[in-house]
């Protein structure tokens, strides 16, 4: 067979001369520096970072000031009637620097302080399952590339082994062998590959483009892919489990809402103890009228105090906050055995997916290493005449699909490889 199909050059994305080889790792890192949704996604724990203060515990200080200006006009009645009129011009100004300070609130300020360190918590979960998902996809696109230059690499063989069917059935039809049905025939078998190889090879374009989308690089970039399609050592399960368990990022959320339903519930208690705070106000105020005889009246000065209140009676809302606290906190709890059996139950489907795919792997080796075989000696007696063009187009499908079915097992594993990874929360270390 080798003698009959010219040597093919690897396969060089857009034809370009100067393209650059990318690994795996580049492109995931170049992704997560500048993909869109991660940019967004960090842009979003930065937000959650910011709402982390000491707020709940400092006081606030606010300062005020008003001005009003305003008449009054005075008119006097006597007993006999007569009046008199006046008017009086007021302008007020009134300045105050105000202090207020809660010292306690039933503890509700260092719940809310746990609260946000724990929505912080969670944000920092929420990228980490941004960048996870990013690094899947990065992941599946990458070998799909390899998996599709493989299927045009698989395709121009195809067009070089019925090239040279053709020419054959052309030399036999010139010499007067065949009637020329067989050469007309062998041409329609060489113009349908090299559809295929067309078609082919505008999928591998388009999965570029899809990469280089998700990596927000010029979407013509020179860069292909040079690398193979190996599966790792057999995963374990009960290894793949334990981890899941303890590192799955969804399943960390899930930990993380039982502990904000905890931090609910005391704050709904806290409403039920005494608040006491401290005020300090510093006030200032000019009074200017003709009224007075200096022609204005000036106060200044500061007061502070401390202030308690008692919650006695609500309508019974306290109550009703606390009993829906307690409730929510049952439902996390029943959330989290749910999601646990939930993601037990994916990654045994998952498992099962990825063992079926590494023993079609085995099995579509030996398939296509025999179906070359075939085709190599149906190559050899289509050459001296002793096979037909249909059958001699049998093999050559039979190679075809031998072929096609191993790329997609190695290809269909390694997604399965990808995902128990993403399941088991060690995505980034593979």
């Known amino acids: 067979m080798k003698k009959y199909i010219t040597a093919i050059l690897a396969f060089i994305v857009f034809n370009s001369v100067n393209a650059q080889s990318i690994s795996l790792q580049e492109c995931i890192s170049r992704a997560i520096e500048a993909n869109y949704s991660i940019k967004i996604a960090r842009n979003d724990l930065e937000i959650a970072k910011n709402n982390v203060s000491l707020a709940p515990f400092l006081p606030t200080v606010s300062l005020g000031a008003r001005q009003l200006k305003y008449n009054y006009d005075y008119k006097t009645y006597n007993e006999s009637g007569e009046k008199s009129k006046s008017s009086s011009d007021y302008n007020t100004l009134s300045t105050n620097a105000t202090l207020n300070w809660t010292l306690f609130d039933g503890f509700s300020m260092f719940a809310e302080r746990s609260r946000l360190e724990e929505l912080l918590s969670q944000g920092e979960l929420k990228f980490r399952a941004s960048v996870e998902t990013l690094v899947q996809q ?15 690499k698989l395709f121009q063989e195809l067009v070089a082994v019925s090239e040279e069917r053709y020419n054959q059935a052309l030399t036999r039809y010139k010499i007067g062998k065949d009637s020329g049905l067989e050469s007309k025939q062998a041409k329609i078998y060489l113009n349908s590959d090299s559809s295929k190889l067309i078609i082919q090879q505008e999928s591998v374009k388009n999965a570029y483009i899809k990469l280089f989308e998700m990596m927000n690089m010029p979407l013509d970039s020179k860069i292909v892919i040079n690398d193979t399609i190996i599966p790792e050592a057999k995963l374990e399960f009960d290894s793949l489990l334990k981890r899941a368990l303890e590192n799955n990022t969804s399943i960390q959320m899930v930990k993380s809402g039982q502990k904000i339903s905890d931090i609910n519930l005391k704050l709904a208690k806290s409403e039920r103890y005494p608040v006491l705070g401290f005020s300090a106000v510093y006030n200032y105020n000019l009074t200017q009228s003709t009224l007075y005889r200096r022609g204005y009246n000036e106060t200044t000065g500061p007061y502070m105090g401390f202030s308690i209140s008692l919650p006695i009676f609500s309508g019974f809302e306290t109550n009703r906050k606390i009993t829906n606290a307690k409730i929510e906190k049952q439902n996390s709890v029943l959330e989290y055995d749910q999601f646990k059996q939930s993601l037990e139950v994916d990654l045994r489907q998952e498992y099962n997916t990825y063992v079926n795919n590494l023993l079609l792997i085995d099995f579509e080796i030996e398939s296509k290493e025999a179906a070359y075989l075939n085709l190599d000696a149906a190559i050899e007696k289509y050459r001296i005449g002793s096979l037909s063009g249909i059958e001699f187009r049998d093999f050559q499908t039979s190679y075809l699909d031998a072929s096609v079915r191993k790329i997609s097992a190695l290809y269909q594993a390694k997604i ?12 980034f270390t593979n």
């Open 416 to 427: 399965s490889e990808i995902t128990l990874h993403l399941l088991a929360g060690d995505l």
């Open 138 to 152: 990065i992941s599946q696109q990458f070998f799909l590339i390899i998996s599709l230059q493989n299927q045009v």
